[in-house]
């Protein structure tokens, strides 16, 4: 019997949770990880240019994890999509593990920046984004993910205002919003953006075809958001 690669795709998605169930310890951040789960594998699964034998390569998309104290689903699915080895996943947190409580660029394969400390992603994808347009990469995507929180830090709405007038089109936001902020946007996340020119969509953060449908919209000229709404934290 063939396996198409809707099945393969299906089936991949279901061995996630095995995989972060290999990750255990103090200090998951297991709310922070499990938020991020659809978002990260709809991405790696059907969106990025870039693969395990591509890391290196200047035209490869450039994948940013700002929302990094809760790494253990961007490990499932890197090693899912064979950026890392599984049997490295049982190490998380330890001592001598690649794979530490925040992800480390020089450690983890395919990692491309340290990531842990909130509201430094979106700036750094902004840079990332300026250098690129600097070298003539036009090609490559720089996609960031951060999650409502960060939105408290002045340095995430510098680099909001910036990107807007800079007409940075190949930067794209991904705010994971499980209701975790400390301060409301008048109007929503997705209005704070456009007000500074960015092109913006709401959706469910756990439908893979709103998601995908998000991620994959055309924004000429313009930065683009994705507000993926999940369960509250708390909830």
Known sequence: MTITTDEHRAHEYADLPRLMSLMTGDEKHGPAATSTLDVLWVLYDRVLRV?????????RDRFLLSKGHGPMAYYAVLAAKGFLPVEWLPGFGGYDSPLGHHPDRLLVPGAEIGSGSLGHGLPIGVGTALGLRA??????????LIGDAELDEGSNHEAIAFAGPAGLDRLHTVVVDNSSASHARPGGIAARFEAAGWSAATVDGRDHAALYEAFTAPHPGRPHVVVARVEPKNA
């Open 51 to 59: 693969t395990p034998e591509r890391t290196a390569d200047p035209g």
């Open 135 to 144: 070298q003539g990469l036009g090609d490559p995507a720089v996609w960031v």
